[in-house]
C-alpha cells in the first residue's frame, strides 16, 4: 500500500522541530523541547537584556551561595578538591595554618591550599605570609641541600 505524499510530509515535520533540528535523542530534553532551540532563545533574551543580566549575575556572584559555588569551582579547577574537602582540611588543622599555626590567613583572605608542584598532592592550607615565603624557601634550600649532599657523597 503507498503512502500518500500529506502522510509523508507529516512524518518528515515530525523529524524536524519548527526551527528545523533534528529531533534526534542527543537534541531533545525530557519534555521533547528542543536544546538548539532553547539554547538560541536564552542566547537571543541574553543578547537583548545584557545590562540586566549582567547585574543579576553580579548580584548573585556577591550572595553567600554565589561566593560558596565559586570558591568550589576554583578549587576544583586548581586542585580537584571541593569545597567540603577544604573546609575538612581546615577542620582538621583547627582553623588555623598548618605551619605557623595563625588563625587569621592574611593576604587574600583565605587560607591557600599548598600543594606539591610535582605530585600535586595536597600537603595543607597555609596563611599567605607561610605560603609564599616559609615553604618555597624551605623547597628551594632542601633542594640544594640535597644536590650539596650528593656532591659530597660523590667527592668523598
Same mark, same amino acid.
Given at each position: 500500500?503507498?503512502k500518500?505524499? *500529506?502522510?509523508i510530509?507529516?512524518? !518528515?515535520?515530525? !523529524?524536524?522541530?519548527?526551527? =528545523?533540528?533534528? %529531533?534526534?535523542?542527543?537534541?531533545?530534553?525530557?519534555?521533547?523541547?528542543?536544546?538548539?532551540c @532553547?539554547?538560541?532563545? $536564552?542566547?537571543?533574551?541574553?543578547?537583548?537584556?545584557?545590562?540586566?543580566v549582567?547585574?543579576? =549575575? %553580579?548580584?548573585?556572584?556577591? /550572595?553567600?551561595?554565589?561566593?560558596r559555588?565559586?570558591?568550589?569551582?576554583?578549587?576544583?579547577?586548581?586542585?580537584? @578538591?571541593?569545597l *567540603?574537602?577544604? *573546609?575538612?582540611?581546615?577542620?582538621? !588543622? &583547627?582553623? /588555623?595554618?598548618?605551619?605557623?599555626?595563625?588563625?587569621?590567613?592574611? &593576604?587574600?583572605?583565605?587560607?591557600? $591550599?599548598?600543594?606539591?608542584?610535582?605530585?600535586g598532592?595536597?600537603?595543607?592550607?597555609?596563611?599567605?605570609?607561610?605560603? /609564599?615565603?616559609? $615553604?618555597?624557601?624551605?623547597?628551594?634550600?632542601? &633542594?640544594?641541600?640535597?644536590?650539596? %649532599? @650528593?656532591? @659530597?657523597?660523590?667527592?668523598?
Amino acid at each position: 500500500m503507498a503512502k500518500s505524499p *500529506e502522510f509523508i510530509a507529516n512524518q !518528515q515535520k515530525k !523529524q524536524v522541530c519548527k526551527r =528545523g533540528h533534528l %529531533r534526534v535523542p542527543e537534541n531533545l530534553y525530557s519534555r521533547g523541547t528542543c536544546k538548539p532551540c @532553547i539554547k538560541a532563545t $536564552v542566547k537571543a533574551y541574553q543578547q537583548s537584556h545584557r545590562q540586566w543580566v549582567s547585574e543579576r =549575575g %553580579r548580584a548573585w556572584r556577591n /550572595t553567600l551561595n554565589g561566593k560558596r559555588v565559586r570558591k568550589n569551582n576554583d578549587l576544583l579547577r586548581a586542585h580537584g @578538591i571541593t569545597l *567540603e574537602v577544604y *573546609e575538612q582540611l581546615l577542620k582538621q !588543622q &583547627g582553623g /588555623t595554618c598548618a605551619v605557623c599555626s595563625s588563625s587569621t590567613p592574611k &593576604g587574600r583572605g583565605a587560607f591557600h $591550599v599548598d600543594h606539591c608542584h610535582r605530585t600535586g598532592k595536597i600537603r595543607g592550607l597555609l596563611c599567605h605570609s607561610c605560603n /609564599t615565603i616559609v $615553604v618555597p624557601a624551605v623547597e628551594y634550600y632542601l &633542594g640544594i641541600l640535597y644536590a650539596a %649532599r @650528593i656532591y @659530597i657523597n660523590e667527592k668523598s
